[in-house]
């Protein structure tokens, strides 16, 4: 299989746009709906990504195409509706392949990493424009 597949690329596209109108969607209801302040949406998409990214993983196994499947689902409507399910996805290969510390680290870098990565973001954003 070639690097760069148009077909594959086009699956992309179209997962990667129905995902993010599921998130779109998710936030416009849960907004509405309140929940205090809580970022409630995004626990629910990463919640939501991870549970179908199992279902996925396992149904793509069946499937003759499965590259097709996998661009189509995992990485652009999973990728459009949270990174989190790809984590989840590999977190739980780890762990399969019982490569226990790997997984803690692997978590706990994301965890902090992104945080970091965050609070670093907010600080350079407010040094720049405001």
Do not use: K
Not at 26 to 51: D, S, Y
Request: aromatic content about 12%; overall charge positive; glycine content about 14%.
């Amino acid at each position: 299989m070639s690097a760069f597949h148009l077909g594959h690329a086009g699956a992309v596209a179209l997962g990667g746009a129905a995902g993010a109108l599921a998130r779109y969607a998710l936030n416009v209801g849960f907004v509405r709906a309140g929940w205090g302040g809580l970022p409630v949406a995004t626990l629910v998409a990463n919640v939501l990504g991870c549970l179908l990214a199992g279902l996925i993983l396992v149904w793509i196994e069946t499937r003759v195409d499965a590259a097709f499947w996998r661009n189509l689902l995992v990485v652009g409507f999973l990728g459009a509706l949270t990174t989190f399910s790809v984590l989840g996805i590999e977190l739980w290969q780890l762990l399969r392949a019982e490569r226990w510390l790997w997984a803690a680290l692997m978590l706990a870098s994301h965890t902090v990493l992104g945080v970091a990565a965050v609070a670093l973001g907010w600080r350079i954003g407010r040094a720049w424009w405001t």
